[in-house]
């Protein structure tokens, strides 16, 4: 039976350039010198280093380990000696360098006890496929990389279905298409671990209808495994029909609601890179350390390699015929939504499924944008193209008057950044750069806010602490005080003062010393304090008001 | 080495804004051949003092606004905005007539808005209602189909109307002119004479408009959908601006046919073919969400069918525009697609 397929809004159609890189089989790489092993290649916070410079590593082992519940732990990819744990040029939009662990090859490929000894997969439970999966490093090879196992755990039975992606929509990127090419049994034996580990027999398989080759691989895998779950389905070839929410669209009719995940209409997304990562890791113990990489653009030979996860990108490139001395541009991910490296030192990555590769010499024919823009003049091409149904021609109007309530209101952060709005416009204006500008800067505002609230709060409780203390200081007071009243009534004062007065004449009497005060003076002494007396009171005199004259009628008189 | 690091996406489209503005002034050229064919040389010469004047004012404004010349200059806007104006100048109309409507059309329409893409109201048809404010009788006096090659009114000839305002002799440009269906028809049901007997008695009426005029509509049509075909316009406006002027035009001609034109009479007169495809449709000036396009489509309609049967001007189509254009970003803010993800209301 065939399931209906609904269409997505927009979407544009690409010119693919994938004959190139799917002409010759899969290669491998040379060992490279160095393995340059970022600490933070999924989303969720970094990975934590549990190896020191100098000590060696074997391939498989753990060289850092995950940094908390939403990570993933990183493995050496082959044997060596840790250089160093420092910081590295590596793949970001920002060119900012990040800790990286440094590993130089011994060329001997020497593996960790265990690594690659096949298991019998039948006998695991759902919790242990689960810990498998989070100790291998698997994240999502789709270009996300959000660690896998987060959405494999399916406790709260709310995941129904699983959608395994095989499109891979954007221009020059073949890796899953050569994956499926060679692996297709494999890629369905992982999808039925994934099956098991989720606890849910519907599965859905999306491949775009521009590989009629490798859905019919796949149509003999499943056929193979016997697994009458597994449905094959052949999606149109329009850019963006492999992104999550597209293809979700694409084959359910349904939508994930702004701002959530596909989670919460019961549907999770895996790629096919992802699903055979598991395999490997499931079936035989290979945690994540290598992937395929498609290499194309201004080289000599275009192909994809099996590469390992840490290997400079330069080295990749020199091995497919490129000349590093020419570059002009690097891009990591396809030309739609990659980005362009700083410097082709940087390693790949997970997530890294393709680099596209110009030269100045010879540009690979990219229709690239002009210098220059011509003002919006509201075509709305945009709009036609947008896969998510927003007007592009007023959120740029929006925010480049830098008018963020506005740009808001018109559900900027539901922009997937597929750059569709961008390709179309007749004005080619650089539409996506004005939304992640939009974005960047309301995320300024709203981090500003975020802690102007809490210095706000603090500075609220301060003043509240300042107030309690001084409401107890005043408690504490008078508590001391009733203490004080409390233990003396008015007779025991007057008793009280009776007793000391009574104290102090008994010392005095007792005393041998005669006090020197006016009490027992000799007449001379008090005749110089009447002389004193007398001196003081004439001076007195002197200084009495009356004798000070004050002209306060001097204007007038004059 | 130095890597460029441009932001995603690293490719772009073939369309470029001079390719759009090009491909409307290739879809012009039929209706153009076939209203000289019926008109003579006026529109050419109308079209080659407006295209002139609009790339002067152009340049000029581009100085003084101190903006990149040669960029804007070729954008070819201001080529489709002089060949409009020209189609709604009448064909012998005095030089000055065009100049002055193209210059009003560039310097205050456009660019004392800000310029392309910042004008709210359509500058073809803020400088054609100027035109027709200010000089009634000039943007009246229209030729009757074939009269100037039965004449043999050759371009020297036509120039020398233009220019110097010098008719061969025996001829005035008054005996020469004719009103136009649209026209006829309205300042006979002001003396009472109905709908059928104003068409027996004028031989200027065609199948559905005018002689010649329905020809020039026809070949508009087919313009106007290569460049759906194209892709340079949506086919919202369009169909709207016809549908709702066909469906407005079929109601009242159903309750009196004496009084109200048919509705395919409506359709094919004036200026409904060329402001449907190529005056409501400029980007700039209209509204862009779909739903929106067709409320403004629907908006210019009915507007042009009231003013053509009730009000002061025989067509409407120029100020059905302009009024809608006012109400473009209302219609707009109100029209908003739903976006993904977000509840269906």
Redesign the interface.
């Known amino acids: 039976m065939m399931r209906r397929l609904y269409n ?2 927009g979407g ?1 159609r ?1 010119k693919e350039h994938k004959r190139e890189s799917t002409s010759s089989p899969v290669g491998r790489t040379q060992l490279p010198q160095k393995i340059i092993l970022p600490l933070h290649q999924h989303i969720g916070v970094p990975a934590k280093p549990i190896v020191n410079a100098g000590e060696r590593v074997l391939k498989g082992q753990v060289v850092a380990e995950a940094g908390n519940n939403i990570s993933a732990p990183i493995h050496a990819s082959t044997s060596g000696t840790v250089l160093a744990i420092e910081d590295h040029p590596i793949a970001h ?1 920002s ?1 900012l360098p990040a800790r990286c662990i440094i590993i130089k090859t011994d060329g001997k490929d020497e593996a960790a006890g265990g690594y690659g000894a096949p298991c019998d997969t039948s006998a695991l439970t759902q919790e242990q496929l689960n810990a498998a999966i989070k100790q291998a490093g698997i994240v999502g090879l789709g270009g996300a990389g959000f660690p896998t196992y987060l959405k494999l755990a399916n406790e709260a039975k709310k995941i129904t279905t699983l959608i395994l992606n095989g499109v891979e929509c954007e ?1 020059y990127i073949t890796c899953d298409q050569m994956l499926m090419r060679g692996h297709s049994a494999d890629i369905v034996r992982g999808l039925v671990i994934m099956q098991r580990a989720l606890g849910i027999k519907r599965a859905i398989i999306a491949i775009e209808n521009n590989k009629p080759k490798e859905l019919e691989l796949m149509q003999e895998a499943i056929y193979e495994a016997g697994t009458p779950d597994m449905e094959l389905v052949q999606v149109p070839t329009v850019y963006p029909a492999g992104g999550e ?1 597209q293809l979700i ?1 694409t084959l359910t009719g349904k ?6 995940l596909p989670m919460d209409i019961g549907i999770v997304c895996h790629n096919v890179g992802t699903t055979y990562a598991i395999y490997r890791a499931i079936a035989f113990n290979e945690p994540l350390i290598s992937r395929y990489i498609t290499i194309a653009g201004s080289v000599a030979k275009a192909q994809v390699l099996d590469v390992l996860i840490g290997t400079p990108v330069s080295h990749l490139i020199e091995q497919c015929g490129g000349n ?2 020419t ?5 990591m ?1 396809g ?10 030192e940087a390693p790949v990555v997970k997530t890294t499924n393709c680099i ?1 590769v ?1 030269s100045v010499i010879s540009d690979v024919p ?4 002009s210098n ?1 823009s ?8 945009c ?2 193209a947008c ?5 592009p ?2 959120l740029y109007w929006y925010a480049r008057a830098r008018d963020f309530d506005k740009v808001q209101d ?2 900027l952060f ?1 922009c997937i ?1 597929c ?1 569709c709005c ?7 204006i ?1 539409l ?2 004005y939304y ?1 500008y939009a974005k960047t800067a309301i995320w300024q505002q709203e981090n500003e806010k975020t802690l102007s609230d809490i210095s706000r709060q603090r500075h609220e409780f301060h003043k509240f602490r300042q107030e309690r203390e001084k409401q107890e200081r005043e408690l504490r007071h008078k508590q001391k005080r009733q203490a004080v009243d409390g233990a003396s009534t008015q007779d025991n004062k007057k008793a009280a003062i009776q007793a000391a007065m009574e104290r102090v004449r008994r010392k005095r009497e007792h005393s041998d010393v005669t006090p020197k005060n006016i009490d027992n003076l000799t007449e001379q002494q008090q005749k110089l304090i009447e002389e004193a007396d007398a001196r003081r009171k004439k001076k007195l005199e002197e200084l009495k008001p009356e004798k000070i004259t004050i002209n306060t009628s001097g204007r007038e008189s004059e | 080495m130095k890597l460029n690091t441009p932001a995603s996406p690293h490719v772009h489209g073939d369309t470029t804004v001079r390719k759009m503005m090009l491909r409307v002034l290739l879809a012009l050229i039929p209706a153009i051949i076939a209203y000289s064919w019926f008109f003579g040389w006026g529109l050419l010469i109308n079209a080659t003092i407006a295209v002139v004047t609009a790339l002067g004012c152009e340049y000029l404004m581009l100085k003084l606004r101190e903006r990149p010349v040669n960029f804007f200059l070729t954008d070819g806007s201001v080529v489709v905005t002089a060949v409009l104006l020209a189609f709604c100048i009448p064909p012998l109309a005095p030089w000055w007539l065009t100049v002055l409507g193209a210059a009003f059309a560039v310097i205050v329409a456009k660019h004392l808005y800000g310029g392309l893409g910042y004008n709210p109201f359509n500058p073809a048809m803020a400088g054609y209602v100027v035109l027709l404010i200010s000089f009634p009788r000039d943007m009246s006096i229209w030729l009757p189909p074939f009269i100037l090659s039965e004449l043999d009114f050759s371009l020297p000839a036509t120039l020398n109307a233009v220019f110097l305002g010098v008719f061969p002799t025996g001829y005035t440009l008054d005996a020469l002119s004719a009103a136009t269906p649209l026209d006829l028809i309205k300042t006979q049901l002001s003396i009472d004479v109905t709908i059928a007997e104003t068409k027996s008695a004028h031989a200027i009426f065609g199948d559905f408009g005018g002689i010649g005029w329905e020809w020039i509509g026809n070949w508009i049509f087919l313009g106007g959908v290569w460049l759906i075909y194209k892709k340079v316009i949506s086919w919202h406006i369009p169909a709207a601006v016809l549908g709702s002027l066909f469906t407005v035009a079929l109601i009242f001609y159903l309750k009196d046919a004496d009084h109200y034109a048919s509705p395919m009479f409506h359709v094919f007169s004036g200026a409904a073919m060329l402001g449907a495809f190529f005056i409501a449709t400029d980007p700039v000036s209209a509204a862009t969400t779909p739903m929106g396009r067709i409320v403004y489509g629907i908006g210019i309609g009915i507007l042009t069918y009231v003013i053509r049967v009730w009000g002061g001007y025989p067509d409407g189509i120029g100020f059905a525009v302009l009024l809608m254009n006012l109400a473009a970003p209302t219609i707009d803010y109100y029209t908003q697609p739903r976006v993904y993800g977000h509840k269906r209301s």
């Open positions: 997505f809004a544009v690409l939009p060119g221009p929410k669209q939508e994930v609601p702004s701002q959530g590093r001395k570059l002009s541009r690097v891009i991910g030309p739609m939504m990659g980005f362009a490296l700083h410097d082709d596209l110009n990219l229709p690239s944008r220059f011509l003002p919006c003049i509201r075509c709305g091409a709009a036609d896969p998510v149904g927003l007007l021609q007023q018109y559900n539901d950044e750059g961008d390709y179309v416009c007749p004005s080619q650089p996506v750069q992640r």
